[in-house]
């Protein structure tokens, strides 16, 4: 629970990098949320077959969505992307490759996006941490 907490802290930070641990909790989460919530939409009435979706559920996306914008960003940034690669999620079939592309290891060590978030700056030598780009200035 401390990592959904932690990426909801980071409400919208776009800087730096996400561990896969870190994107993958607070993604299954928030579809268990989002299930929760659209039982209880069911229940209450307040679903909308038209829509797909009821007012809790709407509530919650709109609520999450900038969160969930930052740690997609944050983790490709980790997997040495541009987080323009989050504009993935709009083309047909984009979400599926976004999500491929999710779960790749991050790169060892610094790069231009920022340190290792599992602390291994040091292990590749470079005197920066990037194993890419050596203009990263710290």
């Given at each position: 629970m401390n990592w959904y907490i932690d990426v909801l802290k980071k409400y919208a930070v776009f800087k730096g990098r996400a561990r896969r641990k870190e994107y993958w909790i607070f993604i299954v989460f928030n579809m268990?949320?989002?299930?929760?919530?659209?039982?209880?939409?069911?229940?209450?009435?307040y679903y909308d077959a038209k829509m797909g979706i009821g007012t809790l559920g709407m509530v919650y996306a709109?609520?999450?969505?900038?969160?969930?914008?930052?740690v997609t960003v944050r983790r490709l940034h980790d997997t040495y992307r541009s987080g323009w690669w989050?504009?993935?999620g709009i083309v047909p079939f984009g979400v599926i490759a976004l999500l491929i592309?999710?779960?790749f290891e991050g790169t060892k060590g610094g790069n231009r996006f920022?340190?290792?978030?599992?602390g291994n700056d040091s292990a590749n030598g470079n005197s920066n941490g990037s194993p890419k780009d050596d203009t990263f200035a710290g």
């Open positions: 268990f949320f989002s299930l929760v919530l659209s039982q209880a939409d069911q229940m209450l009435g709109a609520a999450v969505f900038l969160p969930t914008l930052a989050a504009l993935l592309l999710q779960a920022g340190p290792d978030p599992k």
